[in-house]
């Protein structure tokens, strides 16, 4: 039942992965760099039965996701943003097909490109579905429901997760879709439902809002995206509002009717019961991990009250040898963390006394423009009573800004007011994603406001924003009028 793309086919192994995703199959690179005889267990197939490599991230999350934004943007940016530079187009037009096809391309490419990887690393790629037995025993299961048991010194869980549904609103794959379901469509819906207004319904509610779809958004909590900084959180709330993205906070779903053409939505806002009919509706309110059939009973490993895999700092189950990383473990479900996490684990196994500091893993909606966060927000140093100072700066003051025509946003960074170290940073704005990079790397060598006030930053650049922003801690940014920020 061994599928080998590298590798021996032996029963035994000094690392068994399982799941194939950003968590699993870097961890298994990072193991087999290190010596480690390593299998690695994917459970998806494609039609040919062989095993389909990098888990949601590379076919049905960030990779896809991103094609799309990228088309649409560029689709949004050449209808609506290219007469005022001077540049006339009179006719634009939209192949959905093509543009669907451009984004399967990428995926195509990076899942080849990490199966040639496995195999130039010789890990051996077992396809079907794992289970962790008692003892690190593994037992597979094929597509045909052939059953063969492996062991090893060392196995990593690393199988993910899935969207949550809710009872109101069932996924059908066609009119009412999940996450992977709105990266398919094959033509743009009029009317565009989105449940939940977190990260997958803003950016897949953009990318149709971009091509033309008219986009209602049901968000339950009462606040938008609580959990990133609140004046970052309200500046965003602005610019996707003047994009054309109705957001309707409070808003309670209570069913969902499916006709052939329609989906007729009801939901109350405070109290007030309300219908809108809409010719799709995307369901995205959150990600649960995919934790059934994954370990027996006696296997010694639980999972916490919300169903993740309980581990350690390290990512140690509490069965001696298993480790469990990416989504199934507490944390933000992002690759980056999960791959991260595989990289630790691997060193760990080799004996390193490696650490992941997750104070500074960034977060990130691309939207555009992009949301980028790292560190603590404003609300959270107030819970914590921490004394800070606050530095704000705004791109409509950037040189670079302006020439590119993308004003909207601002760059935030929080600092100790003691020590002057940098707590964290929150960007609304062009290139948020890459100026919040620059704040990581500054954070992780535990760098002060100062020292990112005395470097030299291009120019014009948007990162010149993150420059005055630090300025801006001390009240001695350049370009504004300095005026207290608390
Ligand atoms: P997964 O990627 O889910 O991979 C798990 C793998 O394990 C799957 O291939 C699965 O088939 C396999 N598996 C499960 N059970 C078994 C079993 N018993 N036996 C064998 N195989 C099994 N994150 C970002 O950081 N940036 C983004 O831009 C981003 N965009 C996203 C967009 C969308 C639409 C979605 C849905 C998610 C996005 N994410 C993004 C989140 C990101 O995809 C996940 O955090 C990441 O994929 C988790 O990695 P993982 O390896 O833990 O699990
Ligand atoms: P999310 O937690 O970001 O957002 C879900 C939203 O749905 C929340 O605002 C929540 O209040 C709301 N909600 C929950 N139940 C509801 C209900 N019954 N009615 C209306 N609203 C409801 O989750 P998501 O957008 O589904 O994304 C899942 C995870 O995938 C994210 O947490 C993130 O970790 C990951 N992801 C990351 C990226 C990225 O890094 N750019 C992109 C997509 C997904």
Redo the contacts with the bound molecule.
């Keep these: 039942t061994a599928l080998v793309l590298g590798g021996n086919v032996s029963n035994h192994f000094e690392v068994i992965v399982i799941g194939s995703g950003p968590a699993g199959y870097v961890c298994a690179i990072r193991c087999a760099q290190l010596g480690l005889s390593t299998a690695l267990i994917e459970r998806n197939t494609d039609a040919g039965d062989k095993p389909v490599l990098g888990g949601t991230c590379l076919n049905v999350?960030?990779i896809p996701?991103k094609a799309l934004l990228d088309s649409s943007q560029r689709y949004a940016d050449t209808k609506h943003h290219l007469a005022e530079h001077g540049i006339g187009i009179d006719d634009v037009t939209l192949n959905i097909p093509e543009m669907m096809a451009r984004k399967e391309k990428i995926v195509s490419q990076l899942t080849g490109g990490v199966a040639g990887l496995l195999k130039h690393n010789k890990i051996t790629v077992l396809s079907g579905a794992g289970q962790l037995l008692a003892g690190r025993q593994v037992e597979l299961t094929d597509a045909q429901g052939q059953v063969a048991l492996y062991s090893a010194d060392n196995v990593v869980l690393a199988s993910g997760?899935e969207?949550?549904e809710?009872p109101?609103?069932p996924i059908d794959d066609d009119r009412v879709v999940d996450?992977t379901g709105a990266l398919c469509f094959d033509t743009v819906p009029a009317r565009l439902g989105v449940?939940?207004?977190?990260?997958?319904?803003?950016?897949l509610g953009s990318v149709w809002a971009r091509l033309g779809a008219d986009v209602v958004m049901?968000?339950?909590?009462e606040q938008f995206?609580?959990?990133m900084d609140e004046q970052i959180a309200k500046e965003s709330a602005k610019i996707f509002a003047k994009q054309g993205l109705d957001i309707r906070l409070g808003?309670?779903?209570t069913g969902v009717e499916v006709s052939p053409e329609q989906v007729t939505v009801a939901?109350s806002v405070e109290g007030a019961e309300h219908t809108e009919v809409f010719d799709r509706l995307i369901v995205?309110?959150?990600?649960r991990p995919r934790t059934e059939k994954l370990f027996s009973g006696d296997s010694g490993v639980s999972v916490d009250e919300r169903g993740f895999v309980f581990v350690n700092e390290h990512c140690a189950t509490e069965a001696p040898g298993v480790w469990a990383i990416g989504?199934i473990v507490r944390g933000?479900?992002?690759?980056h963390k999960g791959s991260e996490e595989g990289v630790m684990v691997a060193e760990r196994i080799h004996g390193k006394a490696a650490q992941l500091n997750y104070e500074v893993v960034p977060?990130?909606?691309?939207t555009h423009p992009e949301v980028a966060a790292v560190g603590k927000n404003e609300q959270e140093l107030k819970a914590e009573g921490v004394d800070y100072k606050v530095g704000t700066f705004p791109f409509a003051a950037i040189g670079r800004a302006q020439a590119a025509g993308e004003t909207d946003g601002l760059v935030k960074i929080l600092a100790d007011a003691d020590s002057d170290q940098i707590l964290g940073a929150h960007v609304v704005g062009p290139s948020a994603a890459d100026l919040v990079q620059q704040i990581v790397i500054a954070m992780e060598m535990a760098s002060s406001t100062e020292d990112l006030q005395l470097m030299v930053f291009g120019h014009p650049t948007m990162s010149e924003a993150v420059h005055e922003a630090a300025l801006a801690v001390d009240a001695r940014a350049i370009h504004m009028v300095n005026r207290p920020q608390r």
């Design positions: 999350g960030c996701s997760s969207p949550v809710i109101p609103a996450s449940i939940g207004a977190g990260v997958i319904g803003l950016e049901l968000e339950a909590m995206l609580p959990a808003a309670r779903v939901y995205a309110v959150g990600r989504d933000p479900m992002l690759a977060s990130i909606i691309y």
